[in-house]
């Protein structure tokens, strides 16, 4: 018998309770109705375990993270009602199994006690985002334990394969389950709400709403980041991820409201797991980042080749990649001409779902030829950049690789000499040097260009500079 009873969908905006609201919770009673009825849904299912999906309590940008304590407490004092408080008992059981299977799995993760919480500098707490929807059903139901889990900036398919290995876990745990997805839609619905009105708002929310109304899961999977992004939504992770847990079962989605108050759209609904008959969405989209890779492969420059099958040895293999080897695979004599005779700096950057997933780089060559040089590069960009952990092999076929190849520097005398687009900057004073390289995306004048390049290095105002620029050749 399955232990998982389906997918609740909530907002949690603190002013639908009535301490906080001081009366403007009225202005959201299609939301309120909605809570109310989805709680119940969920009385009537008697769960002994509450999985609580929430985008407000710890986020890490390569991982989720999972509270791991006895209980947890929590108040709404940030919305000025420090009175009002929870207490939650955790399922110990539960989470201890969750940790075996994210290890088995290799799902990115992180397990928080109050003292690796200390660590991180953060709390051990509910946020609100898992505040709200316990607060309305503890009205009706209240013998369940709990189960705390933030999304990480992870892409959409991997927070849905977290959700699935969060449903085998509870079917071999064998506690009568009910997942809640916390999150609201967008909060850019209007032009005075709590962010800039933006068009894409209404669009998000409507894809949305119609896609768990119609059961479409691949379309939520598949959210364009041109929709999402601008919407300013904090549900579309927390979704996916409960989502996931659903993966193969047929499912019967019920939606009991939606509408958007103070500028923030709000949904709530609830999703019935029924049986384990339906195709996997996951292995469709397993194969589809598959056939993506090939097709990204085919096209990529030898450079960009050369960088890619360092970090894939480096990380599947534990060995340097053998260069001497790898040409004699190359028909291009100029390119292996260029690689092995000629010497240079050298930027190996990685990115993730749109995201810098590491970057490391010489301002000049510090091996024997270009090749060596993007080899050490791109070694040191996949597992030793200090603002990422290390990259696993899970993600490797996510990753997008540049090679930018530094040109000589020239000494520049005005800014007039600086173009954003066309050079890169070094910034000098003592021995404090800081480089920036051309054509990044948010780097937009000349002097936003030449100020990241001296906080990198640590350069104060005032300080006397030298400034350099050079050019680069870009491979991808």
Known sequence: MKKLQGVAISPHPPIIILEVGGGR?????????????????????????????????????????????????????????????LEKSMNIDFIKALATEFEKNQAPSVFLNKSLAIKYDVKVELDHGAF??????????????????????????????????????????????????SGDLSHCLVEDGPYPYHPMGEVFDKKIVQAVEAGDIGAIINMSDSIADPAGECGLKPITMALGALDGYEIEPKVFSYEGPFGVGYLTAFIEASENTRESILEKEKKKIEEQYHQKRKMESPYVALARNTIEDWIEKGKKFNFNQYKKEIEDSTWKHDVEEK?????????????????????????????????????????????????????????????????????VDTLAELDVEKYGVIVEAGYKRGLLLPNLEGVNTVEE????????????????????????TRYQ
């Open 449 to 472: 260009q030449i100020n990241i390049a001296k906080k990198k290095a640590g350069i104060q105002d005032g300080e006397k500079i030298k400034i350099y620029r050079f050019e680069v």
């Open 343 to 411: 010497r240079a700096g050298a930027f190996v950057s990685i990115h993730k779902n749109g995201e810098l997933r590491g970057c490391i780089g010489t301002i000049e060559a510090t091996e024997k030829n270009i090749a060596e040089e993007i080899i050490r590069n791109a070694i040191q960009a996949a597992v030793d950049d200090p603002r990422f952990s290390p990259i696993r092999e899970e993600e490797l076929k996510a990753l997008e690789i540049k090679v930018d190849i530094l040109h000589d520097k020239e000494t």
């Open 25 to 85: 919770e009225r202005e959201a009673q299609k939301t309120i109705d909605g809570m109310t009825k989805m709680v119940k849904t969920i009385a009537e299912k008697q769960p002994e375990l509450i999985v609580l999906i929430t985008p407000h309590g710890t986020v890490f940008q390569d991982g989720v993270s999972v509270l791991a304590e006895e209980t947890l407490k929590g108040d709404l004092s940030k919305f000025g009602v420090s009175s009002l408080k």
């Open 132 to 181: 709200v929807p316990l607060y309305y059903l503890d009205r009706y139901w209240k013998d369940y334990k709990i189960a705390h889990i933030t999304i990480g900036i992870l892409s959409q398919v991997e927070l849905y394969e977290i959700g699935k290995i969060i449903r085998d876990t509870v079917e071999k745990t064998n506690d009568n389950t009910i997942i809640i997805a």
